[in-house]
């Protein structure tokens, strides 16, 4: 039988239903935001509530409470940006849904600027018109607050970087008037004493004496204290296998500025390491390699540096001996090397053994060395014959480039010259020099177009007797793009052998998207040769990906080599682990 619902119960299932059917439409309230849209960022960045729904509805009361917290939140934020007299009101929009409208009002411009020094700086009369033809915020720029603090932070560094390490700023102030909508700034700073460099005081040493510290040129007792000269001490330091960690400053409490203490910390590297690596390149094919270091070499800073490389078409076993620079900052080493390779139908066996002196000054590399080598030649369908020489041989490098492992303008030179005298332990007489260039110009936001030259020549009555390494091929990724690895040279019975002159020249546009990868058009043209008369250049050109890794750019081209008439896949991918 159906039951009667009494009127009191009626009365309630009514206005329950009310209650839901009202908390659907509050549920909807969305929360909008009108601003200049300059402003829109900053606003819509740090106020959590524009953009979102009303969860439990905004009734009256909810929307005045929402205008309220609105206003505050917002008048700080503006105040950042130097609008001290914003307008915040509230509205109805479409569908129930609330805006919040901010107006900035005026920005508050600087109107005064005070900038009073102490300290030592206070008689270094040039010091101090360079800092106050520095501050970053002069007299009618608008007033931010971030612009406020790194203003500060700039003038503090323009002395704490230089010369007065315990700089500080005693007292600051920002006077706003808003009805002006003005900023006068004052700022105090206390330069305190002049600084000198003392002595090196260095602690975590264990294995190395204290004189290896004093190789990599530390700052001198009495020079003038800078941040830049510690932590380029500290970077010579970080870059030796050496040395897990380098801590390098100064006590700028000490009670004599005149020669503050170095402090020197430090953590010790493990001396010996083994690592192994695979890759792959279109020139010599699969690789597996294996190394083994030893920083602590006869219990000295002697760092020794070996391994052996198996490829499929050259194998080698190479040991280096690096010593510590010395006080001039010379760079010596000295290695021995075994070789053999079959490549462009000529196999070689070579040993070597070698010492080396290489002299860095910035961007610029000198090296000076003394080699000896053996080889033995097989070209197929041709003799075997075997040469040795003792060369003498120099090379310069300048690297004028904005990143040295991706760069994106500047240039790269290297000059060679080296030769031997039969007189010496060598075959025959000969002069070899050669010269790379190459130039990276930027285009547009990320594109660059890169060009590059080479050319070399060997001076001797002929090639007979000449080390490979002294000759010339060419051909192949970063060379001539769209032939065989060092496939382009004289021709001896089938195989491919140096010749004495050398002609590369490149001309490649890379594209790269958003992130790290690219796309290259290039056109290569290059030969080597032993006839200047018969000299001929070959022609490649093509296209390909390129991706910016963490060791550089790495580039697979696809090319075509217009004296062969072939089209070939170009690369070189290395992993080590």
């Known amino acids: ?163 007065y390490a315990a700089a500080a700023i005693t007292d600051s102030e920002a006077v706003i008037d808003p009805e002006s909508a003005s900023a006068r700034l004052r700022v105090e700073i206390d330069s305190g004493p002049a600084f000198r460099f003392g002595r090196l005081e260095v602690s975590g040493l264990a294995d190395y004496d204290r004189g290896l510290l004093e190789r990599y040129q530390p700052p001198e007792p009495g020079e003038p204290y800078s941040q830049e000269r510690l932590l380029r001490y500290q970077t010579a330091l970080q870059n030796t296998p050496y040395f897990a960690s380098v801590v390098v400053d100064i006590d700028r409490h000490t009670a004599t500025p005149e020669a503050a203490p170095v402090e020197v910390q430090v953590t010790e590297a493990k ?64 290695g021995a090397l075994v070789e053999h390779t079959h490549i462009a139908g000529l196999q070689t066996r070579r040993q070597s053994f070698g010492v080396v002196r290489t002299i860095p000054r910035g961007n610029i590399e000198n090296r000076f060395a003394i080699n000896y080598q053996r080889e033995m030649l097989s070209p197929d369908g041709s003799v075997d014959t075997q040469r040795k020489a003792l060369t003498a041989n120099w090379s310069w490098t300048g690297r004028f480039v904005d990143n040295i492992l991706d760069p994106r303008s500047g240039q790269v030179l290297n000059l060679q010259l080296g030769g031997a005298s039969q007189a010496l332990l060598s075959d025959r007489n000969f002069m070899r020099a050669y010269g790379r260039y190459q130039l990276f110009v930027p285009v547009q936001r990320r594109d660059v177009v890169i060009l590059r030259a080479e050319g070399g020549i060997t001076v001797a009555e002929s090639r007979d007797g000449v080390p490979q390494d002294f000759l010339f091929r060419t051909g192949g990724a970063q060379t001539v793009r769209g032939y065989g ?93």
């Open 271 to 334: 001396p010996r390491r083994v690592g192994f690596g695979v890759g792959a390149s279109s020139n010599t094919g699969y690789r597996f390699e294996t190394s083994y270091r030893d920083a602590h070499l006869l219990d000295r800073a002697y760092n020794l540096v070996s391994g052996l490389r198996i490829e499929q078409r050259r194998q080698l076993a190479y040991a280096d001996v690096f010593l510590p620079p010395t006080t001039a900052g010379y760079l010596d080493s000295v």
């Open 485 to 577: 690895y060092q496939s382009l040279g004289v021709k001896d019975g089938s195989a491919t052998v140096g010749g004495r002159y050398l002609a590369v020249t490149s001309a490649e546009y890379v594209h790269w998207y958003a992130g790290n990868w690219g796309v290259a058009a290039f056109v290569d043209a290059g030969n080597a040769n032993d006839e200047r008369k018969l000299f001929k250049m070959n022609l490649g050109y093509g296209i390909g990906p390129r991706w910016k890794s963490p060791a550089g750019p790495i580039a697979v081209d696809l090319a075509y080599g217009q004296r062969d008439h072939r089209l070939r896949l170009q690369f070189a991918v290395a992993i080590a682990f």
């Open 1 to 163: 039988m159906p039951r009667r619902i009494s009127g009191s119960w009626r009365v309630r299932l009514l206005a329950l239903a009310t209650w839901f059917a009202a908390g659907a439409v509050q549920a909807a309230t969305t929360v909008s935001l009108e601003a200049p849209s300059a402003l829109r960022p900053l606003l819509e960045k740090h106020l959590g509530f524009i953009g979102e729904q009303a969860g439990e509805g905004l009734d009256e009361g909810g929307r005045v409470a929402l205008l309220r917290r609105a206003r505050k939140e917002i008048a700080s934020l503006l105040a950042t940006e130097g609008y001290f007299t914003p307008s915040v009101e509230g509205r109805d929009a479409a569908d129930d849904d609330f805006a919040i409208v901010v107006e900035p009002g005026r920005r508050t411009t600087i109107t005064g600027v005070e900038l009073h020094f102490r300290g030592a700086v206070e008689g270094v009369d040039g010091r101090l018109a360079a800092l106050r033809e520095a501050w970053a915020l002069p007299v009618g720029e608008p007033f931010r607050q971030a612009d406020w603090d790194a203003a500060k932070q700039q003038l503090l560094d323009g002395l704490s970087l230089r010369d």
